[in-house]
């Protein structure tokens, strides 16, 4: 079964929380905070294998979660973080978001693009004691991976296509000009999958791909053709594989020639590429003369004609050697364009600052590291609470409220959605000072609020 186009849903792992934790040995009661920091959790990772030809596995199971970090331990062990999930994916595999965003196009083996990423680790204990903490009661939690929805979709990496109505004989000539063997058959429709083989003329080595399912209407979703339609995208020559030979009363083959013209055009962005016409089956006395017959118009349209068979193989040579002689131009024109894609990664874990927003009755702050310090909090834990109001100070979010117009008791949110965090601000808390011991787990500045 082959498949062309799936939606994956992506989850990454959650990062482990730190240890909160204190060093005991007999004589030392106080031996200092050893609570280790929380694992890393895994990516989902998508990496571009030759030894894929179909997103099928996708298809069947397009859940994949990667394994979350280990939490951490006394005496500084730090969890493990959680293993990569790597994804398999055929060269050609476009990423989109759900918004239909190019995210990333993977084309060369070995490239790699994170779909969603593990969340941090928290630290434990002992990476957050200071001067002023020298021994905290508290830790961070660790930070949930991202989940993420997208649409992968297979272009074929070939430098020829093969277009032409069904039967015209595309298989057959690919199975003469490569080692490909596809499925033929004198009926429509015998390739449901766009088939590559590999050809070598002269010093050139190039690929060609048959596209199935072309007919007139295919743009529009007519037969199978707006479903490979992709797949000629990425070629750099087009080869019109016309029927000679046809016993269809209605048909004839620039008329043919003019549908498949029409249906390429109506797709759209091949504009640019150069095209060949084949006209196939001249191994049938009637296709010869009728192939005969039609060149000369094919040469007054200003494209390259040749007469060839795939039985017989005669006009194979001349026709292969002017096909390597328009890639070999089209590769020294786009190999820079080609070297030259791009692919978009997200934002890394603290990139931005923040943003305050009014709206209403409710003052909003957001952005990546406070909603990341907000998630990593154990906001049943007073010490745990009055460290996250100092970072918030040193980053300046206080004055930034004062700027927005905030008074005392005003609501304030970080974050937006279901997740966010919401408050009664109080700038009367006193943020920044030294002495806020008090039994581990507790600060003095919250006593009563």
């Not at 010093?203 to 000629?232: N, Q």
């Not at 009014?358 to 609470?385: C, L, M, P």
């Not at 100092?390 to 005003?410: H, Y």
Request: hydrophobic share 40%; charged share 25%; glycine share 12%.
């Amino acid at each position: 079964m082959f498949v062309d186009q799936v939606i994956l849903h992506a989850k990454a792992g959650s990062g482990g929380a730190g240890c909160t934790s204190v060093h005991r040995e007999k004589y030392k009661p106080l031996g200092g905070p050893d609570g280790g920091n929380g694992g890393k959790g895994g990516d989902v990772v998508l990496l571009v294998d030759n030894n894929e030809t179909t997103l099928l596995e996708y298809h069947r199971h397009p859940h994949q979660d990667a394994p979350n970090g280990k939490p951490g331990q006394g005496s500084h062990n730090n969890g493990a973080n959680g293993e990569d999930l790597v994804l398999s994916v055929p060269a050609g595999t476009v990423v989109y978001s759900m918004e239909g965003e190019i995210l990333a196009d993977l084309i060369n083996p070995g490239m790699k693009y994170i779909v969603a990423q593990g969340g941090a680790g928290g630290l434990g204990n002992a990476a957050l004691s200071s001067n002023k903490r020298k021994a905290p009661g508290f830790s961070l939690l660790g930070e949930p991976g991202d989940i993420n929805d997208v649409k992968l979709e297979l272009k074929s990496l070939a430098d020829v296509a093969l277009v032409g109505f069904p039967s015209a004989g595309k298989s057959s000539l690919v199975s003469v000009i490569s080692a490909a063997k596809p499925k033929i058959a004198d009926y429509p429709f015998t390739t449901l999958v766009p088939n590559l083989g590999v050809v070598k003329a002269g010093d050139v080595t190039f690929t060609v791909a048959d596209v199935p399912g072309l007919i007139e209407g295919a743009s529009a979703g007519k037969g199978l053709g707006l479903d490979f339609l992709r797949h000629i995208e990425r070629c750099a020559v087009l080869v019109h594989v016309i029927d000679c030979a046809t016993l269809e009363p209605d048909r004839d083959p620039l008329q043919d020639l003019d549908i498949i013209e029409k249906e390429l055009s109506l797709y759209g962005g091949l504009e640019d590429r150069p095209r060949i016409v084949v006209l196939n089956k001249i191994d049938v006395p009637e296709a010869r003369e009728l192939a005969q017959m039609i060149l000369p118009e094919i040469h007054a349209r200003n494209l390259e004609g040749y007469l060839i068979s795939a039985v017989s193989r005669e006009g194979l040579k001349e026709f292969l050697f002017a096909v390597a002689e328009l890639v070999v131009q089209w590769r020294k024109t786009h190999s820079q364009d080609e070297n030259a894609r791009i692919v978009l990664r997200p934002d890394g874990v603290g990139a931005l600052g923040f943003q305050v927003r009014h709206d209403g009755n409710r003052y909003y702050v957001t952005g990546n590291k406070v909603e990341r310090w907000i998630r990593q909090t154990d906001f049943s834990n007073d010490e745990a609470v009055g460290y996250l109001a100092d970072r918030f100070q040193v980053l300046g979010i206080e004055e930034a409220l004062r700027k927005a117009g905030a008074k005392p008791g005003a609501e304030v949110a970080i974050g937006e959605g279901e997740n966010a965090v919401i408050f009664d601000w109080d700038p009367g808390i006193d943020t920044g000072v030294k002495n806020v011991r008090g039994p581990r787990g507790t600060d003095i500045r919250l006593d009563g609020r």
